[in-house]
């Protein structure tokens, strides 16, 4: 009966979400700008600079990078959205370019049709329409500021309140701030690493002649938000134009940069600087971006492993619900979390050493 409780509430939250997305999205957004721009935040009030002076220029520093990206990326997100049709054209044709060379060698592709249900031009498509979703909430940038004006200004203040409230000496209190810095930190470092995957993929995509290489800057850094998923679909709409714009060869070049630079910042950047134990599984990533691009659309798919993730780090800070947040993780997290795994022994540790009986003395 319990349990049949807690999947009623859960429904009726996840319900609620959806009907509240024109809200929801724009919150969580400003949200997620608030945890992002505590750290510079904090790092002002420590060299003392007064509250709302530090939040100002933070804000200032925010809004100049906005504008600075509005300016570089959306001209060509506009003149990528133009071209669109004629990319998905030329794409159509490769493709069956491609179907009739494989006959040519023997590979029966009869079917003609197949190209009608599996359409690589559906891929850029997609894209297109997920960064015009996204540029539609960002039309609501007032709100979005407002709001991330008020959670900073109420974050100063909200430990006094929290200490009034619970006492000083509380676990409780203690608790949340650990749990605050852990996820400050990992949205920080994650945003840093994701800025660098971001700058890596532009300079390599704009060496290789690939057009727009701002804009498929931008949807990298984005989407290295998404671990393991994210690089992959991130890679699909530069390697497919840089196969429409050249040839395949050129394109081999552009997959390869994707795959240097996410399994750089990915697989060794990463994990030393945020620890091994902080990951979520291939299977939960997955999930969380099916779940919540259902819940929230496109900003939701962006936003699914921070919100995930934030919800591992929440849930491994108590001891009741940290056997959750070990089955969300990765092994690495399994490893650091039992230090102590059985190890198969060797052989030479395996053969027990045999005692040495005495000498006799004849």
Avoid at 1 to 23: K, T
Wanted: neutral net charge.
């Amino acid at each position: 009966m319990p349990m049949l409780i807690a999947v009623a509430s859960f429904v009726i939250v996840v319900a609620g979400m959806r009907a509240a997305e024109p809200v929801l999205v724009p919150f969580l957004l400003s949200a997620f700008l608030a945890i992002i721009c505590s750290a510079p935040l904090s790092w002002l009030k420590r060299k003392g600079v007064p509250t709302g002076v530090a939040v100002v220029i933070v804000l200032v520093g925010i809004m100049l990078i906005g504008l600075v990206i509005a300016v570089l990326v959306g001209t060509s997100l506009q003149d990528f959205s133009n071209a669109l049709p004629t990319y998905q054209a030329r794409l159509q044709e490769e493709t069956a370019d491609l179907l009739t060379w494989l006959s040519k060698l023997g590979i029966d592709v009869s079917d003609q049709g197949l190209i009608k249900y599996i359409n690589p031009g559906a891929a850029m498509q997609l894209f297109a329409s997920t960064f015009t979703g996204f540029r539609k909430v960002l039309t609501n940038v007032f709100l979005i500021v407002l709001t991330v004006i008020f959670i900073l200004l109420e974050a100063s203040s909200f430990p006094d309140k929290l200490r009034a409230a619970l006492g000083e000496a509380t676990s409780s209190f203690a608790g949340l701030n650990k749990i605050t810095d852990s996820i400050k930190r990992y949205m920080a470092i994650k945003t840093l690493t994701s800025l660098a995957t971001g700058i890596l993929v532009a300079i390599w995509l704009a060496v290789l002649g690939v057009d727009y290489p701002m804009l498929w800057g931008l949807l990298a850094f984005l989407l290295n938000y998404v671990p393991n998923i994210g690089s992959i679909i991130a890679a699909v709409p530069a390697v497919l134009l840089a196969f429409i714009q050249f040839n395949a060869g050129i394109a081999l070049f552009a997959l390869l940069g994707y795959v240097v630079v996410n399994g750089l910042v990915g697989s060794v950047i990463e994990p030393r600087v945020m620890g091994r134990g902080v990951g979520l599984s291939a299977l939960v990533v997955f999930l969380s971006l099916v779940f919540w691009g259902w819940v929230l659309g496109p900003v939701g798919m962006l936003l699914s492993v921070p919100l995930t993730m934030i919800l591992k780090i929440i849930l491994e800070h108590d001891e009741d619900t940290r056997w959750i947040a070990i089955l969300l993780g990765s092994k690495a997290s399994v490893e650091v979390a039992i230090p102590d795994l059985p190890k198969t022994p060797s052989n030479n540790s395996a053969r027990p050493e045999q005692p040495t009986s005495p000498q006799n003395d004849v």
